[in-house]
């Protein structure tokens, strides 16, 4: 069983479109995480939720909306879909925020 | 920013020691060096982390200089399948579980 999983994989979409990112951990973690990739490999941290409070909000715009239903999903919804958009989005998880992180294996956002 | 500076690549042969060098020269106190790796697309892997000892695990070791302002990774026999980028990054004890991920390097294992 894949630990921390996202759907869908890989997203394709036009301008101004809104989307869903989903993920799911099966750790039994009570912190789960957004962080975004950009074309120049950067990897970035937008969102952190412990016990579905959220914690960390890194200047994202106000268009990116995260919403934890549970403490095993993290979902990423985001509105008006813009070109700067276009990145790598993982998931992770972990015990608190403390222990080390486990990474989901990334949905590839393409906006065209 | 990343804390951190890495050398942009390096070459390793199959099978030889891999060894990844990182200087952490404003390390503080209470900051962790944890190691994470990134094979080509998939999400970033754990690896190691060590506050001032020497660490090993099943995957590597890590060497922290006494003074703490720089570390090594050593992977003991690459595989090709090490091929990754590897990311060096200091944090804090206390933390929110914010990586600060830096450029990393680009280790290539070759036959």
């Known amino acids: 069983d894949t630990a921390v999983s996202q759907t869908p994989k890989y997203l394709v979409t036009q301008m101004g479109n809104d989307k869903s990112i989903k993920c799911e951990q099966n750790l039994g973690h009570d912190t789960m995480y957004w962080y975004k990739q950009d074309s120049k490999k950067f990897l970035k941290i937008m969102f952190s939720?412990?016990?579905?409070?959220?914690?960390i909000n890194e200047t994202v715009p106000n268009r990116f909306s995260p919403k934890s239903p549970d403490k095993a999903h993290l979902n990423l919804h985001i509105n008006s879909l813009e070109l700067g958009d276009s990145a790598v989005y993982f998931c992770?998880?972990?015990?608190?925020?403390?222990?080390?992180?486990?990474f989901g294996s990334g949905t590839q956002l393409s906006v065209l | 920013d990343a804390k951190t500076t890495q050398p942009p690549s390096m070459d390793c042969a199959e099978g030889r020691a891999a060894n990844l060098p990182c200087n952490h020269s404003t390390i503080s106190g209470n900051e962790y060096v944890y190691w994470y790796r990134q094979i080509h697309s998939q999400g970033p892997q754990y690896i190691i982390h060590g506050l001032k000892n020497n660490e090993t695990n099943e995957m590597a070791s890590l060497i922290i200089t006494e003074d703490r302002k720089s570390s090594t990774l050593i992977l003991p026999h690459a595989t090709l399948r090490d091929t990754a980028v590897y990311y060096c990054i200091v944090r804090p004890r206390y933390n929110t579980g914010k990586l600060i991920f830096g450029q990393g390097t680009t280790l290539q294992v070759k036959p």
């Open positions: 992770a998880s972990s015990q608190g925020g403390r222990e080390k992180l486990f």
């Open positions: 939720y412990n016990n579905k409070e959220l914690i």
